[in-house]
């Protein structure tokens, strides 16, 4: 019996001593366990501000250099403002110069000749031939069977008065256009036969000598007041010429009670629209203007 009881109490020591043993164990490994996780926390933990530092600074970079580049952007955008405005200048420059040029070009390439004032001591040189003439439609001639020449750049303008007059119903026609200068002294020498030399001075032969020879000057008639042009100041040809050739560019050299010259309502010459209507609004005559006046309208001439 005491035998049994001794087995007994020396089984459960053993048990106590094995479970301390176990308890130890346990805790022992559970203590080790943490050190261990605590130590690789504190490590991922170290490693982590690392990085995030790394990384803040990385953004700081990135900013700094963001914030140059916006400002190199907006040099480069303001320069390239500079040069665009510079290139539209320039533009405007060549624009500037070309218009000069072919304002130059237009000048020089119109005869002065044809807006200048003639007169009895002013004369056309007689070699003078304009630049091209051309022939005038056999339908606006007074005499069919008499060719007739004109200005070429005038002739367009002299067409259309024609067929607008006769749109109004006006009985018009031209009894002549260019004269040569041999033409225009054979017909004074014509004339001076027919009325002696006083009379034949007193007609156009002499005062309308160097406009008709320019080219741009046109006699006009009726079919009633015929080549010496009778009553023609009375005709409804000369009313219309009167209120309309300005439209056209043509306008009366020698009008009534002027204080140079004899009355020829038949002798219209061609100055140019805008010029011809200034002097109509204002009801002005041509060879009352001053030259340099007239020669500002010389660019516009066959505008
Ligand atoms: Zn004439």
């Not at 119109?110 to 009895?120: F, M, N, R």
């Not at 007074?142 to 303008?157: A, G, L």
């Amino acid at each position: 019996m005491k035998e049994f009881f001794e087995r007994q109490i020396s089984f459960s020591l053993f048990k106590i001593v094995l479970t301390i043993a176990i308890t130890i164990a346990v805790f022992s490994y559970g203590v080790i366990k943490y050190y261990s996780l605590n130590k690789n926390l504190t490590h991922t933990k170290e490693q982590f501000e690392t990085t995030s530092q790394n990384l803040q600074s990385d953004i700081k970079k990135l900013e700094t250099h963001l914030a140059s580049t916006t400002t190199e952007n907006i040099f480069l955008n303001d320069f390239l403002t500079v040069l665009k405005t510079r290139n539209t200048d320039y533009k405007n420059e060549i624009e500037d110069i070309n218009l000069t040029v072919s304002k130059l070009k237009k000048l020089t390439s119109t005869d002065p000749e044809l807006l200048q004032k003639y007169s009895k001591i002013y004369f056309l040189n007689e070699n003078y031939i304009p630049e091209e003439l051309s022939l005038i439609d056999t339908s606006f001639l007074f005499r069919k069977e008499k060719p007739e020449q004109i200005h070429s750049k005038v002739k367009p303008f002299l067409e259309m008065l024609m067929l607008a007059a006769r749109a109004d119903g006006i009985d018009i026609s031209v009894v002549s256009g260019y004269r040569s200068f041999g033409t225009q002294s054979t017909l004074k020498s014509q004339y001076s036969v027919l009325y002696g030399t006083n009379g034949a001075n007193r007609f156009s032969a002499d005062q309308g000598y160097s406009e008709h020879q320019l080219g741009t000057t046109v006699d006009f008639t009726t079919k009633k007041n015929g080549v010496m042009f009778v009553g023609f100041d009375k005709s409804p040809a000369y009313s219309w010429l009167n209120e309309n050739a300005h439209r056209f560019g043509f306008t009366l050299s020698y009008p009534a009670s002027n204080k140079y010259y004899i009355f020829e309502p038949w002798h219209w010459r061609f100055v140019g629209v805008e010029f011809a209507t200034k002097l109509h609004d204002e009801n002005k005559h041509f060879n009352e203007q001053a030259e340099r006046d007239i020669n500002a309208y010389l660019i516009k001439l066959f505008d």
